[in-house]
Structures are given as structure tokens and as C-alpha cells.
């Protein structure tokens, strides 16, 4: 197991995201390539959960787009996210949020947590 | 084939430089020593034989203990010929992963994962025969059929049929390598090898 932490490390790129979980809102700037030109992108929204670990870790993100909800899984360290943004630390009592998706309108808030 | 033999540690996902996802072995490469140089004169074709894993000298015979003597190492447990190395090699001299410091791809074999006695759909991707409701029972994984009936009145040889699945010698070519670490002697390739981890494989160039 130890060695394959060795082999993940070899690929790894230093560089500082912060640190987010469920129930926080935060803007994924991400590269995106049409034909040779790129430009970036900007997604925000709740993170749902938080999964994996090291270079294998994904965060799933879910917006409302419209009365849609749009939701996508980033894999963290991929070199095409240029930044994290934390906009909004929310208070949820568990890790994985799903029931979101049930709730719509008002019922959809999450309080923000305060320190 | 110039070579070394290694140990499958396991599987990742690593982002290559064009930021793709790609599948990712682990494997343990070396460091092999020589054990034994072959020669025309003596065996009638050139090849070197290497040795690699440890073992206690306890648990090995006395043939091969002498053989191990002779070459001035320690007993392995693995011991396997290979061919046209590009430096001169002596009895005795250690090979480790640089060896593939230029190797864009390698082939890697290994023994494949032991599945036991399968059908055919498992075995050779069959699709099983019909459907499995509208009253049809008991061939939903049947073979079909197997020939014609009293011409040639027998079965041809190689019909695909069940049978013992893996466990046998497999070979996956042309494995691009990804990176070479020789501090902790792992080489990363894109991609599977046959076998469990911890298996032994061999890597050629």
C-alpha cells in the first residue's frame, strides 16, 4: 500500500486548494479546451460530498440552473481545475448531503456557519 | 529480450502531462542479480539468467544453494532467463530499474487470475442462447450448438467450449511506461497486468 502512495507522489503537483466540505458553496474555476483555445470556466454551487482520498479525491457539486439541478463531480487535483473558491462555509450534520436533492425553494437553504 | 523481474503492488489513477486520468500499475521491478551467463559453448544459445525475491537458505536445495554459491548471492526465489543485454554482465552483478530508464513501452507477463471451471459465456464471451422469459428455461448461458450432424459426424478440434479459466501464463504487450522510480525500484505503467498483486511478473523491453 505504502508504495503506491510512493508512485501517487511522483505524479502530484504542488499546489494550495482550500479546504471544503458537504454543505459549503464554493466556485470551481476549470479549463476548458475548444479546438486550441481555452478559457475558463466558472461552476458554482453545494458540495455534496467529498469522496476519495489524495490524488483520487472528487467533489460532487450541485447547482440550480434555472429550476434544473445541475450537478458535477470535479476531480480535485486534475490539472484542468485552475482554483477553488470557498464563497460560503454552510452548518449540515452529516457528510453526504444528499437529501438536498429532495428539497427545492426555501427549504433547499443551508445556514451558514459561524466562528 | 533484455528484463527484470518484479511484483505486481497494485493499481491507481495518476493525471498524465495532458491532465488525462489515466490507469496506472505499480510494480516492483528488481533489483535483480545475475545468477548464471550462458554461453554457446557450454549451452548452445546465449542468455543470462537472473534472480530476484530473497529466501532463507534453509528452505532452499542443495543443488540450488551450490548454483546460488557459485554466483556469489544470496538464494532468490525467482529465477528467469533473459537475453541481449546491452552491457557485458558478470556473475554476480545487480540489475535494477534503470534498466528501463529509455523504454517507452514494455511487454509484462505474468500468471492471470484464477476464475476455476467456466461456461462459455464467461470463458469466450459468448451471448448465451435466447431469452430468459417467454417460456424458455435452462439454456439462457447454453453454448448453442456445437456442429453439423452426420456429416462430419464429430466435433472439430478447438471448439470453444467450458473449461478451466485462467490461471495460466498470459503476456499484455506494448505497456506504455509512465515513470521510473528508482529509489524504491517501482515502475509505473499505464494500464493491467495479468495476476493478483503480489504475483510475479516479467518485464521486458
Redesign the interface.
Known amino acids: 500500500m505504502d508504495l503506491i502512495k510512493i508512485a501517487e507522489e511522483a505524479f502530484k503537483v504542488e499546489r494550495e486548494l482550500p479546504e471544503f466540505g458537504a454543505g459549503d458553496t464554493i466556485s470551481v474555476s476549470y479549463k476548458i479546451k475548444e479546438g486550441n483555445k481555452e478559457r475558463i470556466q466558472v461552476y458554482r454551487g453545494v458540495v455534496l460530498q467529498v469522496k476519495g482520498s489524495g490524488e483520487n479525491k472528487t467533489a460532487t457539486v450541485r447547482k440550480m440552473s434555472g429550476n434544473i439541478g445541475v450537478e458535477r463531480i470535479f476531480p480535485i487535483n486534475s490539472p484542468f481545475i485552475e482554483k477553488i473558491e470557498v464563497n460560503k462555509r454552510g452548518r449540515v450534520r452529516r457528510a453526504r448531503i444528499f437529501y438536498l436533492r429532495a428539497l427545492t425553494g426555501k427549504k433547499a437553504r443551508i445556514k451558514e456557519r459561524r466562528f | 529480450m533484455p528484463g527484470l523481474i518484479g511484483k505486481k ?2 493499481m ?4 498524465s502531462a495532458e ?1 488525462k ?1 489515466c490507469p ?1 500499475t ?1 510494480i ?1 521491478a528488481g533489483p535483480c542479480y545475475v545468477s548464471q551467463i550462458k554461453t554457446i559453448e557450454n549451452d548452445g544459445y546465449e542468455a543470462v539468467q537472473l534472480g530476484y525475491a530473497d529466501k532463507k537458505e534453509k528452505r532452499t536445495t542443495m543443488p540450488l544453494q551450490g548454483h546460488f554459491k557459485k554466483a556469489g548471492i544470496a538464494p532468490k526465489k525467482k529465477l528467469v532467463e533473459f537475453s541481449d543485454f546491452e552491457q557485458e554482465l558478470e556473475l554476480g552483478s545487480e540489475i535494477n530499474v534503470e534498466l528501463f530508464n529509455d523504454a517507452l513501452f514494455v511487454d509484462v507477463t505474468g500468471i492471470s487470475k484464477g476464475k476455476g471451471f467456466q461456461g462459455v459465456v464467461k470463458r469466450h464471451g459468448f451471448g448465451g442462447v435466447g431469452q430468459a422469459t417467454h417460456g424458455q428455461h435452462n439454456r439462457l448461458r447454453a453454448p448453442g450448438s456445437i456442429g453439423a450432424c452426420s456429416t462430419p459426424s464429430r466435433v472439430f478440434k478447438g471448439m470453444r467450449m467450458a473449461g478451466q479459466t485462467g490461471n495460466k501464463t498470459a503476456t499484455v504487450q506494448n505497456l506504455q511506461v509512465l ?1 521510473v ?1 528508482p529509489e ?1 525500484n ?1 515502475l ?1 505503467v499505464k494500464g493491467s497486468v495479468p495476476g493478483a498483486k503480489g504475483s510475479y511478473l516479467i518485464i521486458e523491453k
Open positions: 503492488i497494485g491507481t489513477s495518476v493525471f491532465g486520468s496506472c505499480v516492483e515513470k522510480i524504491n517501482l509505473l
